[in-house]
């Protein structure tokens, strides 16, 4: 494993040594995070409102349709990479060949799947939004499958090898500031839909290009390896069940999308989609903590330091689910406002946005709790999560956009989401005797309770973008002050005086 560059610091215990090294990764990936998500949203915002919520809405579907198609093309190879990376760090001969199998493997199966969806793609068009914008959008995005299977598979490596640096230079700032200027280049020459589809393939070149680059000349990873070095049948055993369970990830995630557009139109997919956009920021926290907990979950999990493991799991939840709810909240009150933002014709997806933002925060409530499932060597139990509840999840989307419309499909997902969290945490404890709750959830509970009506209090005052800033605003100060009477766990103020004192006292110094 690739230690932090920093001196641990004297008499640090081994759970806060992970802790700290999970929070110095999760920090470094919520900064870029962070940047990412203000890149994509001005992204998006770029694309709402030259395309319009028709037109958005169909690059949105071909854009989902590729995302489906690139969970096969990848065919689980990064879950391994994840997996054996950290397990070998040893032996660079085996990583070197799990990185080629990766890479072989991947690029095999994206360009028999791309040559596919290319044939293919007047057939979907058809059975779908039946506008003739799609069939050239998902030609584009075959021939650019390749290319984001390779950007996938590198900031995997790169996750493995625990530098979240690089990831963070590839996927959070190379990639969306490609894609930016593509797109404005591509509108400021009077293009519109397939136009904006080719440039982000266009991007999709450039970034693969600066991804292996950094791969080559920064790390001693090279996708070579004698066939000794490796078991094909272990890699293939770990990856080819997650491939499946991806897939159902998917089909609890996406269907919701392709249903919408299948039963109804371009509009309504824009619309839906730009509720889950807003709701995914909730997100940031988990997807910080989960960029080094599976390698630091599978060495504790390898080496049976299973106390280890469960304390640092249960704070690092505590944590995470602390720093979601003022802006959960914020979404919950002020979803009609948020979503003016794209624009008046997004507003109707105020209720979409509050379903998917407490679905959103029932999966920051119980960590990473796929991961470590999948961690400690329960992948078929994963795979069988996934599918029991994609599978749920469709036909709820069918019977439910029959009788409620866009609204129904959401109802549907959001459940699934939130019943499969449950489902996760209750197969943690049965499985490995480990839960990620304690008391000290009570106190930022206490926090929101009483951020909440300091909040909706706003609502008799104040409308528009006033309401939206100044209400979120009053409601995280009045959540801060709150966990500040109530008082700090011992474990936190340990990691402060450890971790955090001593990086202040340096800034002052300076």
């Known amino acids: 494993m690739v230690e932090s560059t920093d001196h641990p610091p004297e008499g640090e215990t081994d759970g806060g040594r992970s802790l700290r090294v999970i929070s ?16 994509k949203f001005v992204l998006n915002l770029l694309l709402t409102r030259m395309l319009g919520s028709a037109l958005y809405g169909v690059y949105t579907y071909a854009n989902t349709l590729a995302g489906f198609f690139m969970v096969l093309a990848r065919l689980g190879t990064g879950k391994s990479i994840l997996r054996f990376l950290p397990a070998n760090v040893d032996d660079p001969a085996r990583q070197n060949w799990i990185t080629a199998m990766a890479y072989l493997t991947a690029l095999v199966s994206s360009v028999l799947i791309g040559g596919v969806i290319f044939v293919f793609a007047p057939l979907i068009n058809e059975l779908t939004l039946g506008q003739s914008e799609l069939v050239v959008a998902l030609r584009i995005f075959a021939i650019a499958l390749p290319f984001n299977t390779a950007i996938n598979l590198t900031n995997a490596i790169f996750r493995g090898l625990e530098r979240l640096d690089f990831q963070i230079i590839i996927k959070d700032f190379t990639e969306p500031v490609l894609r930016i200027i593509a797109v404005g280049f591509a509108f400021a020459l009077g293009y519109s839909l397939v136009g904006v589809v080719a440039a982000t393939a266009i991007g999709a070149v450039l970034t693969v290009s600066v991804a292996l680059s950094i791969l080559y000349s920064q790390t001693d ?16 055993n770990f990856s080819l069940p997650l491939t499946l369970k991806d897939l159902g990830r998917k089909l609890y995630t996406r269907v919701d999308i392709l249903m919408v557009g299948l039963f109804l139109s371009g509009s309504s997919v824009g619309i839906y989609r730009v509720s889950i956009l807003l709701s995914s920021f909730l997100t940031l926290p988990l997807s910080g903590i989960n960029q080094l907990f599976p390698p630091i979950a599978s060495n504790l999990h390898s080496n049976g330091e299973r106390d280890e ?7 690092i939840t505590r944590w995470t689910f602390t720093i979601v709810i003022p802006p959960a909240l914020a979404l919950v009150v002020f979803s009609h406002e948020a979503l003016q933002i794209f624009g008046d014709g997004f507003s109707g997806g105020s209720s979409v946005l509050i379903l998917f933002a407490v679905a959103q925060f029932t999966n920051c409530a119980v960590g990473p709790s796929g991961f470590l499932l999948m961690m ?7 795979l069988a999560n996934q599918w029991t509840l994609g599978l749920s999840n469709l036909i709820l989307n069918y019977l439910f956009i029959l009788q409620f419309g866009f609204v129904g499909v959401a109802v549907a997902t959001a459940g699934s989401l939130i019943a499969i969290n449950v489902v996760r945490v209750i197969e943690v404890w049965y499985l490995e005797g480990i839960t990620p709750y304690s008391s000290s959830f009570l106190k930022p509970i206490g926090a929101g309770i009483i951020s909440a009506p300091a909040m909706t209090a706003w609502t008799f005052a104040l409308s528009g973008y006033p309401l939206l800033f100044i209400g979120s605003a009053s409601g995280l100060i009045v959540f801060a002050t709150a966990m500040v009477l109530f008082g700090f766990e011992d ?3 340990e990691f402060y005086a450890e971790n955090v004192a001593p990086l202040v006292d340096r800034m002052i110094e300076r």
Do not use: M, W
């Open 24 to 39: 110095q990764g999760a920090s470094l990936h919520f900064g870029g995070k962070i940047a990412s998500n203000l890149l």
């Open 221 to 236: 990873i090279r996708p070579t390896g004698a066939r000794s070095s490796g078991s094909v049948r272990e890699f293939y």
């Open 309 to 315: 493991l469960e304390d640092v799991f249960q704070t």
């Open 376 to 382: 400690t060597d329960h992948q078929y139990v994963n």
């Open 491 to 493: 474990k936190d103020k």
